[in-house]
């Protein structure tokens, strides 16, 4: 190319104007093989080699990467990693399980089993499985629902028990029934999650958590984490509280943290208060040098440990009154079935926690998985997930998802596979078989500590409401009142309070879509909205409408009203006021008072009437066709005079018939995904309204699926033919243009009356004039017109 020689940026392109149905017989349109579900069942039950082994891997996602490990390169990476986020595991399992309002111990289990079936089921590689607070609190909610303290009060010797928040001093709680009670729910609640997921995964219906959007989801865990705060207040704290669950259960539970404020214990509120700050400082030092620190400082742990050896040095708990762990048994408990007779009161939350764990998890995942570059498959992680929490509750373990934290601890130090999810559940086990009694000095406002201290990232969520306000109102709203939702009527009436809102904002965006009158720039195909382009006009004589949304029975209404002040008048309303017009003309004639001439109606000069717009008059026997002829029998020989009616100037009656300027509507269905069968009926009727006024009426731009519906929903007959549909708008144009050069296409300003004369009664005007089913070209026959 010569320098200074700017390349073309324009192109022609030459083929013909096409119809839908020219397209398709061009270009051999194919039409889809439809296979019975007796066929279908048949494909997919045939097995082979080749098929057995895609579904062992699909089943079995470890066999994709473990054969293939690259030992001496990754097995360092995940041993480091593996250490550094089973330390993690074990703390956060630790202070989770308070959010169950279970035992410490019962924390190291969930932290434990799920990593077991996930490492051969799971397709994410940096996923660490265990506790979350929000499902931890949503089962909590559960727990306290149906094993409150007050079912396990007994006669005691008239000492108070701390923490139980009752006043009376001749009762006490039954810790160990209580305990046993509540482990019973939470590991019950846990097997009828897995069993929900488990089943989506079977049913492949991962789709379903689509409509938790990042919005919602966002609002959702900022409330959530505004639970867990007031949860683990009263922890630091150690004042004793209700149990509250459900609607305002925030509302009451700081009211009894405020009445007993007095009875603080400052040893626990000291101990917290530095939990917090410490961890949350180092945890910044963290995020700041993680390019230069090659393993994050486990605050969690150093805080841990220290803290456990103050407090059995200084003996907190009998000095100070310090609410400490106290039991942390070696080993495990025996495995137990769930409680069936508890699914009836738990399905409810049991499902909407089992849909939040999947996605968290899964928006996690697929994070790193991107990241990365693999693949996540939904529905095998609602499989791997659905085990894994069976599983668990099998053996007095919670449900189990994912932390962010823990996984970001996972990836940033270096982990590249499930191995480094397998080491940490090592970790874990040598706790629960060892280590654990150690932690038994351990204070409880420590644990709540380490779990308000990673809540930092929920509530920086928060700082996306002004972003969300700045792009999108519709999901800042979603966002807001979804959380305000879950913090007001609790987690699981508010998740599903914000979901029906969400959907409500779906359905309100499509029943009132974006319709535009379109615009064509001179001397191209393209075509724009009028309102956003000074040097767009519209077509003489065309209207070109699009509507940018699905027509379904909600917004098919609003359809019709956008077409209706897209065009300027009702279809309907002219047809209505033409007869009406043509009816009084009709009885004019018939009394003498108009006179038909080859050109128009005039008429007399009594009427006083001076209509320029038809020409002067003649009589009706030397119009063309000849004068009235008798027959052999007496009677008057037919004979036919057209007599137009020019609807845009003055009528010779007192009829108002609104104006129509146009003569052909095109219809741009180019961002009309389907029809339903209320929609496809009533476009169907519109359509032949505009046809019967002399409006020609064209779609464009639908493909192929629609066309297919609209074939389904018998949205074509012999008025509304495929002749109707074109490829592009401007094929539409293009079409009636050529159609107005070659005169096919009639003035709708112009309409016409058909004067028969014989000697019968003149056929009556019908009354029925909204239905339009039957078409009617609005040709007037007037019978039995004598001289």
């Known amino acids: 190319m010569m320098a200074g020689h700017r390349p073309a940026n324009r192109y022609c392109v030459s083929r013909p104007v096409y119809s839908k149905r020219a397209f398709d017989e061009d270009n051999n349109r194919q039409i889809p093989e439809s296979r019975s579900f007796r066929e279908k069942l048949s494909a997919s039950s045939k097995c082979s080699s080749s098929r057995a082994k895609q579904v062992l891997k699909g089943l079995f996602p470890i066999l994709d990467w473990l054969l293939q490990y690259p030992t001496k390169q990754w097995l360092p990476s995940d041993v480091i990693s593996g250490v550094s986020t089973g330390l993690v595991c074990c703390l956060q399992g630790l202070a989770y399980a308070l959010l169950v309002s279970v035992g410490p111990v019962y924390g190291l289990y969930a932290a434990f089993f799920p990593i077991l079936t996930y490492f051969f089921l799971g397709t994410s590689r940096h996923l660490s499985v265990g506790p979350f607070p929000v499902t931890c609190l949503m089962v909590g909610s559960v727990v306290l629902t ?64 689509r409509y938790l959007s990042d919005p919602l989801v966002g609002g959702f865990t900022t409330a959530a984490a505004v639970h867990v705060l007031i949860s683990q207040l009263k922890m630091v704290l150690s004042v004793p509280t209700h149990s509250h669950n459900g609607f305002f259960s925030i509302a009451y539970v700081l009211s009894d943290i405020f009445r007993n404020i007095k009875q603080t214990n400052v040893a626990d509120l000291v101990a917290g208060l530095l939990t917090i700050v410490t961890v949350m400082a180092v945890k910044e030092i963290n995020a700041k040098f993680q390019h230069k620190i090659p393993v994050p400082i486990p605050i969690e742990v150093i805080v841990t440990v220290v803290a456990t050896g103050i407090s059995y040095a200084v003996d907190l708990n009998s000095r100070y009154g310090a609410s400490i762990v106290h039991s942390i048994p070696r080993g495990f408990v025996p495995a137990q079935f769930p409680k069936i007779e508890l699914f009836g009161e738990i399905v409810g939350s049991s499902f909407s926690t089992a849909v939040v764990g999947y996605a968290v998890s899964v928006s996690v995942a697929k994070v790193y998985a991107a990241k990365h570059d693999y693949k996540i498959d939904g529905n095998q992680e609602l499989i791997a997930f659905g085990i894994s929490n069976i599983f668990c509750g099998c053996f007095s373990g919670f449900v189990a998802t994912t932390a962010l934290s823990r996984t970001a601890i996972q990836e940033s130090t270096g982990g590249k596979t499930q191995v480094a999810g397998l080491i940490s559940a090592l970790m874990v086990l040598i706790v629960i078989v060892a280590v654990g009694p150690l932690l038994q000095p351990l204070q409880k406002s420590v644990l709540a500590g380490i779990v308000i201290a990673n809540l930092k990232g929920m509530f920086m969520q928060i700082y996306d409401v002004p972003i969300l306000w700045r792009q999108n109102r519709t999901d800042c709203f979603i966002w807001v009142f979804t959380c305000i939702s879950c913090i007001v009527l609790g987690l699981d009436v508010g998740l599903l309070t914000g979901v029906v809102f969400e959907l409500g904002t779906v359905v309100v965006r499509s029943q009132f879509p974006t319709c535009s009158t379109l615009g064509n720039v001179p001397g191209t195909d393209i075509y724009r909205n009028v309102k956003d382009y000074k040097n ?98 007496g009677s008057r020989r037919e004979i036919e005079v057209e007599v137009q009616v020019d609807w845009t100037s003055s009528l010779p009656v007192n009829v108002t018939v609104p104006k129509v300027n146009i003569h052909s509507l095109v219809m741009d269905f180019s961002a009309v995904s389907f029809l339903d069968v209320m929609s496809a009926k009533s476009l169907r009727l519109v359509i032949k309204e505009f046809i019967r006024i002399g409006v020609s009426v064209y779609i464009a731009g639908c493909d192929d699926d629609t066309v297919r519906r609209m074939e389904a929903l018998c949205f074509f007959d012999d008025v509304v033919t495929r002749d109707l549909l074109f490829l592009t708008v401007h094929d539409a144009i293009l079409f009636i243009k050529l159609e107005a050069s070659n005169g096919n296409i009639s003035d709708p300003m112009v309409d016409k009356i058909s004067q028969m004369q014989d000697d019968k009664e003149p056929l009556p005007f019908t009354e029925d004039e909204d239905r339009i089913e039957t078409y009617d070209n609005q040709h007037l026959a007037i019978h039995g017109l004598s001289n």
Request: with cysteine.
């Open 146 to 209: 149906l094993a409150p303290d007050e079912e396990f009060m007994h006669p005691g010797n008239g000492s108070m028990v701390n923490g139980t928040g009752l006043e009376s001093e001749s009762l006490e709680v039954d810790i160990s029934a209580k305990e046993a009670q509540r482990i019973v729910v939470a590991s019950t609640m846990t097997v009828l999650i897995g069993l929900f997921q488990l089943g989506m995964g079977v049913l492949h219906v991962g789709f379903l958590v």
């Open 536 to 633: 767009i006009n519209e077509i003489p004589g065309i209207k070109i409408f699009k509507c940018n949304s699905p027509i379904y029975f909600a917004n098919i209404d609003y359809f019709k009203e956008q077409l209706r002040a897209t065009v300027g008048f009702d279809a309907v309303r002219v047809f209505k006021k033409r007869n009406k017009a043509l009816k009084k003309i009709h009885k004019l004639i018939k009394k003498g008072k108009l006179k038909i001439t080859e050109n128009g109606l005039v008429p007399v000069t009594s009427l006083g009437v001076d209509n320029e717009a038809f020409e002067s008059e003649r009589d009706p026997e030397q119009v063309e066709g000849g004068a009235q002829q008798e027959v052999e029998d």
